[in-house]
């Protein structure tokens, strides 16, 4: 008997990144694929490195001893140790922890403060729209790294802690951040603000802060995670760029990708090429799985770049194409 409650099958696979990658064909399926599965496992990385690395991220000497300087990999050291002798697998592990965090903290800030900022500058306009707009103009033609540099030697003296180097990395990247989600938020409220649906409940008696929060609000942030994460990619960048040359965290502190790299340089040209091959390998990686999720997800929501499926006819029925369901087609007798 036919019923108007979907089915749990169907619930699933609305949710928002199933629903992607069953939009999705082709390359981008692929590409969407293989991000997701490179972020996911950096994710699942950094949630469980305790378990995973073998070591601390400081640590140069274990029961047996210690571990050496530059010693290549072998049972103990699985990827060697580096010229100051940590171990090459366990920094590499706890590298993700540090990058996670300055990837939350920089781009959920900056996302909250850029979003609210777009909502009342579109939706009050007039001198305050005028200013906020000229300000932020003004902010994104600052480069972040160059911007993290300042920042970093305010804040700790150029060389800092896990909480002072993270602070610093994540402030700047906030600052730098803001404009993208201002311009983007700032765009849709101004268009929004303008339609049958915000006239209405202006008519009916609401108030205009619940008409930014609750009409507007949502349909003007649609495209946040597209620029979420494309900036988480440049996010891990600018840590990894601090670091290598020499305004990054301490390594007594936390692991950090970008300051093995700078340890490395001198390792390259005496053959040694563990100590800079893998945490240059995980930033590769990192970067590109955001990246593919980001473009993926970007291609989906514009129609002139989604791949559409092949619509597959069996039996009376047609598959369509955009959200994956099978639409029956009843055929007159």
């Known amino acids: 008997m036919a019923t108007n409650q979907p089915s749990s099958q169907a619930r699933w696979k609305r949710l928002p990144i199933i629903k992607d990658v069953i939009r999705s064909a082709g390359l981008q399926r692929a590409m969407l694929i293989a991000g997701l599965i490179i972020t996911i496992g950096f994710l699942i990385t950094a949630l469980f490195a305790p378990l995973i690395a073998p070591y601390t991220w400081a640590q140069t000497s274990a029961e047996f001893g210690s571990f050496g300087t530059q010693q290549p990999p072998s049972s103990t050291n699985i990827w060697g140790t580096t010229v100051s002798g940590f171990d090459v697998f366990s920094r590499v592990i706890w590298g993700t922890r540090t990058a996670v965090a300055v990837i939350v903290a920089a781009v959920a800030a900056s996302m909250i403060l850029g979003v609210l900022l777009g909502l009342v500058s579109g939706y009050i306009g007039g001198w305050l729209d005028r200013i906020l707009v000229m300000i932020a103009d003004a902010v994104y033609a600052f480069p ?10 305010a804040l700790t003296g150029g060389r800092s802690s896990a909480i002072g180097g993270i602070a610093a990395a994540a402030l700047s990247i906030t600052v730098v951040f803001i ?13 929004l603000k303008a339609e049958p649906f915000v006239e209405s409940a202006l008519v009916v008696g609401a108030s205009h802060w619940r008409v930014m929060i609750v009409h507007i609000f949502k349909n003007a942030t649609r495209t946040l995670p597209l620029i979420f994460t494309l900036n988480a990619a440049e996010a891990v960048l600018t840590l990894a760029g601090l670091g290598f040359i020499g305004f990054g965290i301490e390594p007594t502190s936390a692991a950090e990708w970008g300051y093995d790299l700078n340890r490395s340089i001198s390792d390259v040209t005496s053959g040694i090429w563990w100590t800079s091959i893998f945490p240059g390998s995980a930033i590769v990686l990192a970067v590109l799985g955001v990246t593919l999720v980001g473009e993926s997800l970007n291609d989906l929501n514009d129609p002139r770049l989604r791949i559409r499926r092949k619509r597959k006819k069996t039996h009376g029925s047609r598959f369509d194409s955009d959200n994956g369901e099978s639409v029956h087609e009843v055929k007159n007798v």
């Open 144 to 153: 972040s790294l160059l911007l993290a540099i300042v920042m970093s030697i």
């Open 179 to 191: 404009p993208q989600y201002f311009r983007v938020v700032r765009a849709e409220t101004v268009r």
